[in-house]
């Protein structure tokens, strides 16, 4: 399966402006029960994360393009980005969204169809402790007082090193898909399929290979990543909140 890409103009735009040498590798192609994946590591010694929607003009972004304008001098030190939650029509998340340590969005627990209202459903989010991945009970339970940022989204994938009761081991729905998981060094590990995958395979692709015990699903199908140091800019439909990884070191 070919990716779709950015028009020529954007792509020549944002590697003029962010692959300037200085940014070090943070995504890397794999192959998983033999499917492909382009998995990407925010090192918690290395990177620093930041959530953005809004661009500067204060409309959803919908696309990587926003990114300069929104981030100014932060811009050329970014290691690489992804869609990171579901949203509505309009480009706003659906559930629980924090965004410089301002919450936009309360934490979503209403019922209700399609992947992200099935249970249990999780967050990511970092705080002075770390970057964590949680399902929404847990994270209401044991909420920190001071959250820096936060994207709820759903479902989990794992849970504890177990597959989301509610996911087959390989079932029939298969799409392009991206997920967080956080491993137990404390490194945020975002993924990306390649080709057309099930959930479950998505899964034990966390478990397995990254070693994350607890991953979080972010989207199917509007998947795309930007990752400045290969030259991969994924185009296709418009997208929510982005996730950004900025190289500090």
Known sequence: MI?????AGAFLLLAACASNGSIDAACRDIRFEGSRFTVCRADPQKHELMLVDKGKDGRPMR??????????????????????GMFDASGLPIGYYVEDGAEQKPLNR??????FHMQPNGVFWGDAKGWHVATTDDFAKNKPDHVRFATQSGPMLLIDGQLHPKLAENGTSLQVRNAVGVGLNGSAWFAISN??????RFARLFRDRLAAPDALYLDGAVSR???PVSDRLDGGAPIGPIVVAFQTR
């Open 3 to 7: 990716r779709p890409i950015a028009p």
């Open 63 to 84: 696309d990587f393009t926003g990114l300069e304008p929104r981030l100014g001098p932060r811009y050329p030190r970014i290691a690489f980005a992804m869609n990171a």
């Open 110 to 115: 209403r019922p209700g169809p399609g992947n």
């Open 195 to 200: 080709e057309p995958v099930s959930f479950g």
């Open 225 to 227: 990543l930007w990752d």
